[in-house]
Protein backbone atom coordinates (compact mmCIF):
# COMPACT_ATOMS: atom_id res chain seq x y z
CA UNK A 1 0.00 0.00 0.00
CA UNK A 2 0.49 3.41 0.05
CA UNK A 3 3.42 5.04 2.72
CA UNK A 4 5.41 7.89 3.36
CA UNK A 5 8.99 7.49 4.98
CA UNK A 6 10.21 10.02 7.15
CA UNK A 7 13.94 10.56 8.16
CA UNK A 8 15.70 11.44 10.73
CA UNK A 9 13.50 9.97 13.30
CA UNK A 10 15.84 12.48 15.51
CA UNK A 11 17.77 15.84 14.79
CA UNK A 12 19.53 17.90 17.23
CA UNK A 13 20.92 21.18 15.93
CA UNK A 14 22.64 24.03 17.87
CA UNK A 15 20.45 27.25 17.63
CA UNK A 16 20.82 29.22 14.73
CA UNK A 17 22.26 26.19 12.54
CA UNK A 18 19.58 25.08 9.49
CA UNK A 19 17.24 21.39 10.02
CA UNK A 20 16.46 19.49 7.02
CA UNK A 21 13.72 16.89 7.10
CA UNK A 22 13.12 14.28 4.03
CA UNK A 23 10.38 12.27 3.24
CA UNK A 24 9.81 9.85 0.57
CA UNK A 25 6.53 9.03 -1.09
CA UNK A 26 4.98 5.74 -2.49
CA UNK A 27 2.46 6.83 -4.50
CA UNK A 28 3.29 9.14 -8.01
CA UNK A 29 -0.11 10.33 -7.99
CA UNK A 30 0.05 12.39 -4.42
CA UNK A 31 -0.51 15.68 -4.95
CA UNK A 32 -0.55 17.37 -1.86
CA UNK A 33 2.22 17.59 0.76
CA UNK A 34 1.74 19.52 3.84
CA UNK A 35 3.73 19.77 7.02
CA UNK A 36 2.43 20.08 10.44
CA UNK A 37 4.40 20.71 13.56
CA UNK A 38 3.35 18.89 16.94
CA UNK A 39 4.31 20.38 20.66
CA UNK A 40 3.74 17.91 23.47
CA UNK A 41 0.14 17.91 24.53
CA UNK A 42 -1.11 19.59 21.51
CA UNK A 43 -2.49 18.83 18.45
CA UNK A 44 -0.13 19.03 14.69
CA UNK A 45 0.03 23.01 13.40
CA UNK A 46 0.01 23.26 9.86
CA UNK A 47 3.27 24.89 9.25
CA UNK A 48 3.88 24.80 5.49
CA UNK A 49 2.16 22.90 2.52
CA UNK A 50 3.24 22.49 -1.00
CA UNK A 51 0.72 21.01 -3.86
CA UNK A 52 2.79 19.12 -7.24
CA UNK A 53 2.55 22.08 -9.85
CA UNK A 54 4.97 23.49 -7.76
CA UNK A 55 8.56 22.96 -7.05
CA UNK A 56 9.42 24.90 -3.85
CA UNK A 57 7.66 27.09 -1.44
CA UNK A 58 9.14 29.49 1.62
CA UNK A 59 7.64 31.04 4.08
CA UNK A 60 10.19 33.38 6.16
CA UNK A 61 12.68 30.92 7.87
CA UNK A 62 10.45 27.56 6.55
CA UNK A 63 10.65 26.55 3.01
CA UNK A 64 9.63 22.99 1.18
CA UNK A 65 11.22 21.71 -1.74
CA UNK A 66 9.32 18.90 -4.08
CA UNK A 67 10.97 16.44 -6.45
CA UNK A 68 8.56 14.64 -7.92
CA UNK A 69 10.37 12.75 -10.52
CA UNK A 70 11.95 11.53 -7.31
CA UNK A 71 8.61 11.10 -5.21
CA UNK A 72 10.22 13.26 -2.39
CA UNK A 73 10.39 16.57 -0.63
CA UNK A 74 12.05 18.60 2.04
CA UNK A 75 11.59 20.48 5.03
CA UNK A 76 13.99 23.05 5.60
CA UNK A 77 13.99 25.39 8.75
CA UNK A 78 16.88 28.37 8.81
CA UNK A 79 18.30 30.19 11.70
CA UNK A 80 16.74 27.73 14.21
CA UNK A 81 15.25 28.85 17.62
CA UNK A 82 14.24 26.73 20.90
CA UNK A 83 10.72 27.06 20.15
CA UNK A 84 11.87 25.23 16.76
CA UNK A 85 11.96 22.11 18.59
CA UNK A 86 9.20 19.83 18.45
CA UNK A 87 7.53 16.69 16.60
CA UNK A 88 7.66 17.29 13.13
CA UNK A 89 5.21 15.15 10.68
CA UNK A 90 5.31 15.46 6.59
CA UNK A 91 2.32 13.91 5.01
CA UNK A 92 0.69 13.10 1.04
CA UNK A 93 -2.18 12.66 -0.23
CA UNK A 94 -3.77 9.37 -1.43
CA UNK A 95 -4.22 9.44 -5.03
CA UNK A 96 -8.37 7.83 -4.65
CA UNK A 97 -9.11 10.89 -2.36
CA UNK A 98 -8.76 14.53 -1.72
CA UNK A 99 -8.78 13.84 2.01
CA UNK A 100 -7.12 11.41 3.30
CA UNK A 101 -3.49 11.69 4.09
CA UNK A 102 -0.55 9.53 4.57
CA UNK A 103 1.75 10.37 7.78
CA UNK A 104 4.97 10.25 8.15
CA UNK A 105 6.42 8.76 11.45
CA UNK A 106 7.56 11.94 12.62
CA UNK A 107 10.91 13.91 13.46
CA UNK A 108 11.71 14.73 16.74
CA UNK A 109 14.00 17.88 16.64
CA UNK A 110 15.62 18.96 19.17
CA UNK A 111 17.24 23.03 19.64
CA UNK A 112 20.70 23.06 21.09
CA UNK A 113 21.27 26.34 23.05
CA UNK B 1 -11.97 33.53 13.75
CA UNK B 2 -12.57 30.54 15.94
CA UNK B 3 -9.98 27.49 16.02
CA UNK B 4 -10.84 24.18 16.34
CA UNK B 5 -11.88 22.68 19.69
CA UNK B 6 -12.07 19.91 21.27
CA UNK B 7 -13.88 18.38 24.53
CA UNK B 8 -13.32 17.01 26.95
CA UNK B 9 -9.08 17.21 27.34
CA UNK B 10 -8.63 14.21 28.83
CA UNK B 11 -10.57 11.49 29.57
CA UNK B 12 -10.24 8.35 31.60
CA UNK B 13 -12.54 4.87 30.84
CA UNK B 14 -12.70 1.37 31.61
CA UNK B 15 -12.37 -1.77 29.52
CA UNK B 16 -15.82 -2.24 27.49
CA UNK B 17 -17.57 1.41 28.21
CA UNK B 18 -18.41 3.67 25.52
CA UNK B 19 -17.07 7.13 25.02
CA UNK B 20 -18.17 10.44 22.91
CA UNK B 21 -15.89 12.98 21.98
CA UNK B 22 -16.75 16.28 20.96
CA UNK B 23 -15.33 18.78 18.16
CA UNK B 24 -16.51 22.14 16.92
CA UNK B 25 -14.89 23.02 13.39
CA UNK B 26 -13.21 26.19 12.61
CA UNK B 27 -15.28 29.17 11.56
CA UNK B 28 -16.32 28.58 7.93
CA UNK B 29 -15.13 24.98 7.57
CA UNK B 30 -17.74 22.68 6.94
CA UNK B 31 -15.77 19.00 7.24
CA UNK B 32 -14.42 17.12 9.77
CA UNK B 33 -11.64 14.35 9.95
CA UNK B 34 -11.24 11.95 13.07
CA UNK B 35 -7.64 11.21 13.62
CA UNK B 36 -6.03 8.59 16.35
CA UNK B 37 -2.42 9.09 17.20
CA UNK B 38 -0.88 6.40 19.70
CA UNK B 39 2.05 7.59 21.47
CA UNK B 40 5.34 8.05 19.53
CA UNK B 41 3.11 7.88 16.31
CA UNK B 42 1.70 9.54 13.36
CA UNK B 43 -2.03 10.41 13.35
CA UNK B 44 -4.21 7.65 11.65
CA UNK B 45 -7.14 8.68 9.63
CA UNK B 46 -10.67 7.40 11.33
CA UNK B 47 -13.69 8.61 9.12
CA UNK B 48 -14.39 12.17 7.68
CA UNK B 49 -17.56 13.69 7.86
CA UNK B 50 -19.17 16.47 4.92
CA UNK B 51 -22.71 17.45 5.46
CA UNK B 52 -23.67 15.07 8.32
CA UNK B 53 -22.68 12.16 6.08
CA UNK B 54 -19.85 9.54 6.40
CA UNK B 55 -17.67 10.69 3.80
CA UNK B 56 -14.77 8.42 3.49
CA UNK B 57 -13.59 5.62 6.18
CA UNK B 58 -9.83 4.06 7.66
CA UNK B 59 -9.17 1.03 8.44
CA UNK B 60 -11.37 1.60 11.96
CA UNK B 61 -13.47 -1.34 13.21
CA UNK B 62 -17.73 -0.26 13.06
CA UNK B 63 -16.92 0.07 16.99
CA UNK B 64 -16.04 3.75 16.29
CA UNK B 65 -18.81 5.44 15.09
CA UNK B 66 -19.45 9.69 14.12
CA UNK B 67 -21.87 12.19 13.85
CA UNK B 68 -22.10 15.35 12.25
CA UNK B 69 -24.33 18.28 13.09
CA UNK B 70 -26.04 20.82 10.89
CA UNK B 71 -23.69 23.50 12.68
CA UNK B 72 -20.67 21.63 11.39
CA UNK B 73 -19.95 20.30 14.72
CA UNK B 74 -19.00 16.46 15.38
CA UNK B 75 -19.11 13.50 18.00
CA UNK B 76 -16.32 10.25 17.29
CA UNK B 77 -18.46 7.78 19.83
CA UNK B 78 -16.34 4.68 20.41
CA UNK B 79 -18.00 1.47 22.07
CA UNK B 80 -16.59 -1.77 23.82
CA UNK B 81 -13.52 0.04 24.57
CA UNK B 82 -10.46 -1.92 24.26
CA UNK B 83 -7.30 -1.14 26.11
CA UNK B 84 -5.82 0.02 22.45
CA UNK B 85 -7.92 2.36 22.29
CA UNK B 86 -5.73 4.55 24.49
CA UNK B 87 -4.77 7.13 22.28
CA UNK B 88 -5.00 10.95 21.41
CA UNK B 89 -8.05 11.92 19.41
CA UNK B 90 -7.87 14.40 17.33
CA UNK B 91 -10.40 16.55 14.76
CA UNK B 92 -9.42 18.19 12.30
CA UNK B 93 -11.61 20.55 9.99
CA UNK B 94 -11.45 21.63 6.57
CA UNK B 95 -13.51 23.44 3.43
CA UNK B 96 -13.28 21.30 0.54
CA UNK B 97 -12.41 22.67 -2.79
CA UNK B 98 -13.55 20.91 -6.11
CA UNK B 99 -10.62 18.90 -7.22
CA UNK B 100 -8.06 20.28 -4.51
CA UNK B 101 -6.73 18.02 -1.92
CA UNK B 102 -8.72 19.58 1.39
CA UNK B 103 -5.70 21.70 3.65
CA UNK B 104 -7.01 20.32 7.56
CA UNK B 105 -6.44 22.35 10.78
CA UNK B 106 -6.44 20.17 14.05
CA UNK B 107 -7.48 20.78 16.94
CA UNK B 108 -5.82 19.95 20.04
CA UNK B 109 -6.72 16.46 21.16
CA UNK B 110 -8.48 14.40 23.64
CA UNK B 111 -6.09 12.22 25.54
CA UNK B 112 -8.15 8.93 26.16
CA UNK B 113 -6.56 6.54 28.84
CA UNK B 114 -8.52 2.71 28.59
CA UNK B 115 -7.61 0.64 32.05
Given amino acids: GENVEQHPSTLSVQEGDSAVIKCTYSDSASNYFPWYKQELGKGPQLIIDIRSNVGEKKDQRIAVTLNKTAKH???HITETQPEDSAVYFCAASMADSN???IWGAGTKLIIKP | ETGVTQSPTHLIKTRGQQVTLRCSSQSGHNTVSWYQQALGQ???FIFQYYREEENGRGNFPPRFSGLQFPNYSSELNVNALELDDSALYLCASSSPQRGVTDTQY???????TVL
Fill in chain 1, 73 to 75: FSL
Fill in chain 1, 99 to 101: YQL
Fill in chain 2, 42 to 44: GPQ
Fill in chain 2, 106 to 112: FGPGTRL
